[in-house]
Every structure is written in C-alpha cells, then in structure tokens.
T-cell receptor
Framework: GIQVEQSPPDLILQEGANSTLRCNFS?????LQWFHQNPWGQLINLFYIPSGTKQNGRLSATTVATERYSLLYISSSQTTDSGVYFC???????????FGAGTRLFVKA | NAGVTQTPKFQVLKTGQSMTLQCAQDMNHNSMYWYQQDPGMGLRLIYYSASEGTTDKGEVPNGYNVSRLNKREFSLRLESAAPSQTSVYFCASSDTQRGFAGELFFGEGSRLTVL
C-alpha cells in the first residue's frame, strides 16, 4: 500500500518563529489533507489540497503531486499551534485515506 | 449544525465484554469511516462505508464489526473486547466526489479502555 512519511517527527519552536512541515508519499494520490490535532485530541481540518497552493491566515500549504510531496508552512507561530500535524492521502477509487505518523509541534512562549 | 457526533466519549470495559460505538453525521455525506488511534501514533482505518448499504474493511478490521444503519449513522461494535483494543476511536464522514473519498470531517473521538 501507499506509504506516507512526515518530517520532522518532532519540532520545538520559540513563539514567533516560522516552520515547514513535510509530507512525502510513495504513489500518486487523488486527495491530500492536512489536519491539526490539538492537545485535547480534536482533529481540525487545515487544508484539503490535492495539488497547488492554499493559504489560510498564518498557515499555507503546497502540494506538488507530480513529485509526491506536500509542505505545510506555519508563520509567526503561536502557543496555540502546539499539537500534532497529520498529513493524510487517498489513492484513487479506494476510499481509504491513509495517515502519516504526524509531526509533533511544541511552541514555547 | 453538529457535524459528526460520537457516543460515548469515554468507556471502560472488562476483557471479553462487548460494546457498540455510535456515530451520526448531519452533513448529508455519503461516506463514513471508523479510525483507531493508539497513543502517540497516527490514525489507522478500521472500516468504511462508501455509501448507504455498503461496508468494507480498512487496514485493521480484525476484532470489529460495523453497521451502516442509514445514511446518517455508522456504528462500530466490539464483540469481545481485548486490552489491545484500548485506544481512541474516531468516526469521520465525507461527501464522495467522482468515486473518491473527498475531504474527511471527524468527530471528537471515543476513548476506550479495556482492563
């Protein structure tokens, strides 16, 4: 099956710093999503981005489907950005959205 | 508009007991899913229902059964709980697009402990 690798596995930032999270996938995909799991365990949709670039406030994402990777940019990080960021992909026609292991982010005040 | 609602939010079982996790969505989505998340891990797909009346196995189906009761509701049953099933269970739904799952929306999770 398709493999999804996220890097780095852990990241500690000082409040105000910028960061880039990466998601590599081993095969072509039809869908790609980024989620934030907050410290209370809730999964929050960040981006639905099979290709191209999207921005939402301090967050933006880029997926280059032909090269099988996606990047999530966090600018001017805040303590509320702490949590785990997951990348999830779906191959065509299978309805099976597969998750990476996540990047655990801690933002220090 | 509640989105995806799961019950119960917390449950403690003894080994061998059975229980059913309930999930309902009010977004008129065609597809629904059950995922498992072990501590410090990503989510793994247990079962999914691409449309009302159909169910299929995901990555880790052993020890579980599902029922798509109607378009809104999708339940997950543990027939004989084992300590290895201690986990957080998430239900999700999506609006199927051109045969693909589409964007997933998750419930708040159900934390299950099996003693």
């Amino acid at each position: 099956g398709i493999q999804v690798e996220q890097s780095p596995p852990d990241l500690i930032l000082q409040e105000g710093a910028n960061s880039t999270l990466r998601c590599n996938f081993s095969d072509s995909v039809n869908n790609l999503q980024w989620f934030h799991q907050n410290p209370w365990g809730q999964l929050i949709n960040l981006f639905y981005i099979p290709s191209g670039t999207k921005q939402n406030g301090r967050l933006s994402a880029t997926t280059v489907a032909t090269e099988r990777y996606s990047l999530l940019y966090i600018s001017s990080s805040q303590t509320t950005d702490s949590g785990v960021y997951f990348c999830a992909v779906e191959r065509g026609g299978g309805f099976k959205t597969i998750f990476g292991a996540g990047t655990r982010l801690f933002v220090k005040a | 508009n509640a989105g995806v609602t799961q019950t119960p939010k917390f449950q403690v079982l003894k080994t061998g007991q059975s229980m059913t996790l309930q999930c309902a969505q009010d977004m008129n989505h065609n597809s629904m899913y059950w995922y498992q998340q072990d501590p410090g891990m990503g989510l793994r797909l247990i079962y999914y229902s691409a449309s009302e009346g159909t169910t299929d196995k995901g990555e880790v189906p052993n020890g579980y059964n599902v029922s798509r009761l109607n378009k809104r509701e999708f339940s997950l049953r543990l027939e004989s709980a084992a300590p290895s099933q201690t986990s957080v269970y998430f239900c999700a739904s999506s609006d199927t697009q051109r045969g693909f799952a589409g964007e997933l929306f998750f419930g708040e999770g159900s934390r299950l402990t099996v003693l």
